[in-house]
């Protein structure tokens, strides 16, 4: 099975980014499935109902969120009729929505997505690995690809949370800091891992925030409204090639593709 994990999408460009990319490389066959962090899809803060549809539109499978979940209120509503998007599963008991989606994948397999939310440097949210633990214990008819997704900013927990679930799960991937690093790999248990997928949306920026109005902020210490910046938008992210009788990992491929400004 042929994977792409998509980094944070961010705004506007970045939703014309995973478009653009995701319909070059199915028509290539190299993806058969997509998932897609889109907590910054609403213009940099949060997702809406509308906006996720046109992600699937576009060719997400299934998509996740983070500590901007709640950003634009609406979403809540949409999240208890909608499976495909799941916020962090260790938020607290009673919140919206769901932690996990299994959907049918090709070929008719299932396919299983977690969303985590780190601890360290974040919020004060239950904890990730005693949620996925439980979640692995508990819930039936997973599939044998799992793919977890834990938005986190501290680079320790990531890595202690890869090797953690490392053959128990097809992957895992970091979001949450829009910055690509250069350590994916198989881990010896054949979980794929990499500490951060990096940004779907605009470089040259901050962040995917328009460069100028956070350098005024950084200079001055006033508040400044960070619209999303506009440049050179790309998608970042790992192509995971899964074996689907296994679950195991057989490879993964740091991902960066360039689309042109419209």
Known sequence: MKILMAGDIVGAPGRRALALTVARLKAAGRVDFVVANAENAAGGKGLTGPLAEELFAAGADVLTLGDHAWDQKELAAYLEREPRVVRPANFAPGCPGRGLTTVTGPGGEPVTVINLVGRVFMNNYDCPFRTVDALLRRETNLGRVILVDLHAEATSEKIVMGRYLDGRVSAVVGTHTHVQ???????????????????????????????????????????AKFEVGRGDPALEGVLLDVDERTGRARAVKRLREPVATP
């Open 181 to 223: 690093t250069s350590d994916e790999t198989v881990l010896p248990g054949g979980t794929a891992y990499i500490t951060d997928l990096g940004m779907t949306g605009p470089q040259g920026t901050a962040i995917g925030r328009d460069l100028q109005s956070v350098v005024q902020m950084l200079l001055t210490g006033m508040p």
